[in-house]
């Protein structure tokens, strides 16, 4: 009963691990796909942020750009979603410092496009992270759902099949057994009719 009711559970589990399956996998395809769509537009913020900063160099020199940082930091916060129990970062605000509108007129005009793209680059850039880490997150559960299910299937539900296989043979010839002696007890000793027969001669 206890190996039944360990198949029955080992079965269960490995329907629900199927179930499991394939929605992380939906998840990962969704996921791998946002993650190649933002590449893409990180590549080409970045590109255009060089361009600019390109720009501000040969119009300002690097006196220009060094004028330019403030050395104020972004404000990052990163919000987590689940799937079937698998945690991944699904989305990223990013709060940049204003641009002070009363601060001193740039060296170069080019400053401020340059700005505006680099800004456009690290929101790109904090985009695509989130997506790569989610889509490594979702790809390492979907390879570690898959070593599970192989690992029930492969080892443990051939295990318990043979055991229980093994428990049903030995009660089987156990039960033959039994009936046999039964047999040769009964057969050996006199019916109640031949008794009767015998004490009326």
């Known amino acids: 009963m206890w190996l039944r009711r360990r198949l029955t559970s080992v079965r269960h589990g490995l329907d629900v691990l199927d179930r499991k399956l394939r929605i992380l996998r939906r998840e990962q395809d969704r996921l791998a796909r946002n993650a190649a769509r933002t590449q893409a537009e990180w590549t080409a913020a970045c590109r255009a942020a060089d361009e600019w900063l390109l720009r501000v160099t040969r ?103 043979e055991a229980l296989a093994a428990v049903e043979l030995s009660l089987d010839e156990t039960e033959r057994a039994d009936i046999d002696r039964v047999r040769r007890i009964s057969g050996s000793r006199p019916q109640p009719a031949d008794r009767l027969n015998s004490d009326r001669q």
Do not use: F, Q
């Not at 991944?88 to 340059?114: G, K, N």
């Not at 680059?121 to 390492?140: D, N, P, S, V």
């Open 59 to 161: 119009l300002g020199g690097r006196r220009a750009v060094r004028l330019a940082a403030d050395g104020r930091l972004a404000d990052v916060h990163v919000y987590w979603a689940d799937a079937m129990g698998t945690s991944y970062p699904a989305r990223v605000s990013c709060a940049l410092p204003d641009l002070d509108a009363a601060a001193p007129l740039p060296i170069t005009t080019a400053l401020v496009p340059a700005r505006h793209a680099y800004r456009a680059a690290l929101r790109a850039g904090l985009e695509h992270a989130i997506a790569a880490e989610a889509a490594r997150i979702m790809t390492a559960e979907v390879a570690l759902t898959n070593r599970r299910i192989r690992a029930l299937k492969d080892r443990l539900l051939p295990l318990l099949e």
